[in-house]
């Protein structure tokens, strides 16, 4: 039963963060999910995670979709960000806030 | 565990966009699943973050289908030397 993209795209729209990790925010099972939660939380961001762990058929269609082949993947408002490392340096050179601020989060 | 090399990656990354700096560190102790990697390219001139990175997955594309972490830097010339080296 695979995840089609019609459904990943009902779900990054479904908020203006979404997140895709291992684990979930309370119980990240992995270093590189555990930095995205860490730094969404610094800035306060209220936003959707969905665990791969618990679904291989998802785990490949976020990663068709976004055409990125790493967990986690971060979108802000529909649109694919990065993963990890892309979010520690907008996170570092500020521009983290611009993109939030933009889809009118304030941090 | 993925099996590759510090050097593998290093000339694939060197070879597919022509950087004038690569260091790759294999981070696993040495079973070759995780990388992290810094690479100085003119590829990555006027490219957004996301651009770059894209670039460099699409040259490691499989390998990454194995290796379960892979960290990146990416720097244009100019960039890596105002960085001091």
Known sequence: ?107 | MSGYTEEHLKQKLTEKLEATHVEVTDESDGCGGKFSAVIVSSQFQGKTLLQRHRLVNAALAEELKTIHAFSQKTYTPEQWAAEGH
């Open chain 1, 1 to 107: 039963n695979a995840v089609d993209a019609k459904e990943i795209d009902k779900l990054v729209h479904n908020n203006k963060v979404v997140v895709f990790m291992k684990g979930n925010p309370e119980q990240p099972r992995c270093g590189f999910s555990n930095a995205v939660v860490q730094i969404l939380r610094m800035h306060a961001v209220n936003y959707d995670s969905h665990d791969v762990l618990q679904s291989d058929a998802l785990r490949q269609a976020i990663k068709d979709y976004s055409n990125w082949p790493t967990i986690p993947q971060v979108f802000i408002n529909g649109e694919f960000v990065g993963g990890c490392d892309i979010m520690l340096q907008m996170h570092q050179n500020g521009e983290l806030i611009d993109e939030l601020k933009k889809v009118g989060i304030t941090s």
